[in-house]
């Protein structure tokens, strides 16, 4: 019998009525004749109180224990909606992460998971039941309770489709699939029918909301189609899969924007080899990432060595703040939060030449200052102050050819 | 080094200001010289928002997912505290119960702990470090989420104090010790400075919010003494302890009411051995508690039998109706959940007749009528109407002398 896996996000499962919906939706497909899992994630706004509360008493408190509080909002929810389901009838269980033995590695508040026992999934799948797991969170070899980081949901839904060889992974969510760039920003932007892991992978990464990067990862790998849907109305969404021909026809799929980031400038360096390299592995010891990096040498052999990081990961860095002056004997280090990184993503680009001649000019155009550049074989991404986020996703909407035309004035 | 549990109930953790002042009492006995252990109950109304969520979807949902769902509260408790202790500059870490494996039988949203794997604790106490364990909760031999009822969190550290031989078990709660009646009914009623265990499971079992019978009895059997004391003030509260001589002196210790039960008759019964037997059994199988029981034999033969139960369990007892009616052959089933049970209670009762007597005569002086009696060596309780529940406590707190004279006009 076939297995299809459902993800419901925040905003599906924000009050008991909804959840009763996401139910039926799981009864329809168990009525089609499918073996259904759902995966839910915390109610919306929950994960937020958990961590302001947290964040009360220590906004660097261990992150075992922020691992710790916020697994329990996910845990409310599949309690709630396998109530839903047996309300409606049918037969239903809800498991942890843990109770699945869903084993990440120890990088808490943003694990990687690492395997699965799909044997107790199995056995209550077979003997009828809609299985309801805890998204985002997983536990250690030691058995500590971890999270997958902000979407982490995303990630537990596919790799269950992975590993069960689901025929399809449903990400419901309240949008009713992937647009080309924020339909905030920009009412009149087209939606995409299908889009390649690849392209969805680096929209993902680059500020894309829709879908969690691990997670496309992890669909990429396994080949797991997925779809995202609208929770709220019954129409195709867009289907994510391997990439075909034609998708090399559009030059650039997405425009995406990022405001998650934060730069921080280590400045005045003497600049000799290994000394960033020093910088950069702590940061990576501490489970840090950084994003975007740019090295200017300056005046008198001096170095600013400039780099983005998440913001929330700005105060981990500031408790490191004197072992990365001291490590690259620099003299000073800001910190600019009020950035943002605005990507162009497309497949097209590998056949295509000058997106990023393009992107820059149009962007030169509107008098935006590009403070720091990368590149990779499908994306271009500026980071440029915050403050022109909108102008800049527009202007590139409208270059690339990403907006419907206007249908009334 | 001895070994101090310390109990915070719901209202000593209700916002992070609190659980901080929480934290800094952890860390007073931490200094002190002592190894510490802190067991937290969720914060005060959070179980109540969880089960009210249960609630809209189906009151009579899984009792295996209500407890998915409550056990949650505990698990944000233990995080936040841990995070306020490590704050604070002490070292902390906070378990669930699934991971010390707080192993409890399956009878869900009631569980009874069976044992509890004290190594991972003693680990943590060695290496220096406050553990904060999340009460209410356990897991069965299949890994299932239990709870153990409401108020839990007091049973979870008695038996943590008992596995760990611990000097004492010290319960902080709203109020400042054990009083004779409750302070809301009866101003100006006594506070006991000392309870035999014995007493104490009485005034539990038949009413008393201070503490959970189960961590009483659990108290008695390994002997460990119990303080309950203030969470918001620093002054010696009611220990409990096996029972001393002069406890005997007095006649009665307390007089508690209970209005958290229904009464049940099933009426006109063919009056026939064994039916009712066959009745309680599919109760006890059903995990549903029967306090007292009456059986009036009227006219024709036929008979009601009448019972109590709590009345959280009666929507589960409206499931059973048919079955209860087959079973019994009776010809209709009532109920009332509009009852209170007055108890008055004393060891001092052991060596002193006529308490019963003294006690009806009482609520016959102030006209409340008695629906049912139950008498045990230490212990008298008249079930009546609700409404007169305050009048029928402070009748019995004026005949048996628990209440200090008026200081002032």
Redesign the interface.
């Known amino acids: 019998m076939s297995i299809i896996v459902q993800k419901f996000g925040g905003t599906s499962v924000a009050d ?1 009525k909804r ?2 919906a996401v139910a039926k939706k799981a009864i329809r497909e168990y009525k089609a004749g499918h073996q259904v899992v759902v995966t839910v994630s915390a109610m919306a706004g929950e994960t937020d109180r ?1 961590l302001n ?2 964040n ?3 906004p660097a ?2 992150p ?3 691992d ?2 916020a ?3 996910e ?2 929810s ?3 909606t ?3 389901i ?2 409606l009838g049918a037969s239903a ?2 498991f ?1 992460g ?2 699945i033995d869903m084993r990440t590695d120890d990088g808490f508040t943003k694990a990687k998971i690492r395997s699965i026992n799909d044997a107790v999934i199995r056995k209550e799948l077979d003997e009828g039941k809609i299985v309801v797991i805890a998204g985002f969170q997983g536990q250690t070899d030691e ?1 500590e ?1 971890t999270t997958l980081g902000r979407g982490g949901s995303d990630t537990t839904a596919v790799a269950l489709a992975a590993v069960l060889g689901a025929e399809r992974c449903d990400i419901y969510t309240d949008v009713d699939g992937v647009y080309s760039a924020d339909p905030r920003i920009v009412p009149n932007v087209k939606k995409i029918p299908a889009l390649a892991y690849e392209e969805m992978l680096e929209m993902a990464s680059s500020g894309a909301k829709v879908l969690h990067t691990r997670a496309v990862q992890f669909a990429a790998k396994y080949q797991v189609p997925i779809q995202v849907l609208s929770s709220f109305e019954d129409k195709p969404g867009t289907m994510i899969m391997q990439e075909v021909q034609e998708m090399e026809d559009v030059v650039v799929s997405a425009i995406t924007h990022s405001m998650k980031d934060a730069k921080v400038t280590l400045s005045k360096i003497a600049d000799k080899p290994g000394m960033a390299a020093a910088a950069f592995q702590l940061l990576a010891d501490r489970n840090i990432n950084v994003d975007l990096i740019v090295q200017n040498v300056g005046k008198e052999g001096l170095a600013d060595i400039s780099f983005t990081v998440e913001r929330a990961d700005l105060p981990y860095i500031q408790k490191l703040e004197k072992e990365l002056l001291q490590l690259v004997a620099a003299q000073e280090i800001l910190y600019d939060p009020k950035i943002a990184k605005i990507s162009a993503i497309g497949v097209g680009m590998k056949t295509h030449a000058g997106i990023a001649a393009r992107m820059f000019s149009t962007l030169a155009a509107k008098d935006i200052n590009i403070l720091m550049i990368s590149t990779s074989e499908i994306k271009v991404s500026c980071v440029i102050d915050q403050d022109y986020t909108e102008l800049a996703v527009r202007a590139l909407c409208e270059e690339f050819g990403l907006v419907d035309e206007q249908v009334s004035a």
Do not use: F
Request: charged share 20%.
């Open positions: 008991t959840i009763m958990l509360l947290a009360e008493i220590d408190g261990a075992r224990e922020r710790m509080l697994s329990t909002g845990q409310v599949i309690a709630l396998a109530m839903a047996e309300k269980i809800s942890t843990p109770q058995q309770i």
